[in-house]
């Protein structure tokens, strides 16, 4: 598997999964990895809530450059002084540009086929932010949540993939 995830966007979201709710401190950093140089640095306080959590980079103020690799990391620092149930999420994203057969592909498409081209074409992190993208849209569906689940679990987030599904069967 590569070293790092694609996406089309100078301003990507990012994700993370978030197994307990509490309060507590959520840092996030974003570094450029040739250099190590930070774009972003911040620690927020306030509820984490369970399930998958992400963040667009452009409400951050950062943008990314074209063929450039990027780290991204996540701290969730909750408060019950136990650092035992601190938990950390990272990742590394490269923006490529689309190719113009790719573009043309998702200019007809629809946000449901969105997933599929850009998973696919082998933009995870655009797959991801589409099919969270198509459950925003439709809350009360169960169609786009299932699409996500088969996502994370087809790239081995399996207790992701169960977390999505279980909002459903909960109901």
Same mark, same amino acid.
């Given at each position: 598997?590569?070293?790092?995830?694609?996406?089309?966007?100078? +301003?990507?979201?990012?994700?993370?999964?978030?197994? *307990?709710?509490?309060?507590?401190?959520? +840092?996030?950093?974003?570094?450029?990895?040739?250099?190590?140089?930070? #774009?972003?640095?911040?620690?927020?306080?306030?509820?984490?809530?369970?399930?998958?959590?992400?963040?667009?980079?452009?409400? #951050? @103020?950062?943008?990314?450059?074209? @063929?450039?690799?990027?780290?991204?990391?996540?701290?969730?620092?909750?408060?019950? @002084?136990?650092?035992? +149930?601190?938990?950390?999420?990272?990742?590394?994203?490269?923006?490529?540009?689309?190719?113009?057969?790719?573009?043309?592909?998702?200019?007809?498409? *629809?946000?449901?086929?969105?997933?599929?081209?850009?998973?696919?074409?082998?933009?995870?992190?655009?797959?991801?932010?589409?099919?969270? *993208?198509?459950?925003?849209?439709?809350?009360?569906?169960?169609?786009?949540?299932?699409?996500?689940?088969?996502?994370?679990?087809?790239?081995?987030?399996? +207790?992701?993939?169960?977390?999505?599904?279980?909002?459903?069967?909960?109901?």
């Amino acid at each position: 598997s590569p070293k790092y995830a694609n996406t089309l966007q100078t +301003e990507p979201s990012i994700f993370w999964f978030v197994r *307990s709710r509490a309060m507590g401190h959520i +840092e996030l950093t974003i570094k450029e990895k040739n250099t190590g140089k930070t #774009l972003f640095s911040d620690s927020f306080k306030g509820s984490i809530q369970t399930g998958i959590q992400g963040v667009s980079v452009a409400d #951050l @103020g950062v943008k990314l450059k074209p @063929g450039k690799t990027y780290t991204w990391h996540v701290t969730l620092d909750y408060e019950t @002084g136990d650092p035992a +149930e601190n938990a950390k999420a990272s990742g590394t994203i490269r923006m490529k540009p689309a190719s113009s057969k790719l573009a043309a592909s998702l200019a007809k498409a *629809s946000s449901e086929e969105k997933v599929k081209l850009y998973d696919k074409a082998g933009y995870w992190y655009d797959a991801l932010a589409q099919a969270t *993208s198509n459950i925003q849209s439709n809350p009360n569906d169960a169609a786009p949540r299932i699409a996500r689940a088969d996502l994370l679990a087809r790239h081995g987030f399996s +207790e992701e993939a169960a977390s999505d599904k279980s909002v459903f069967r909960s109901k």
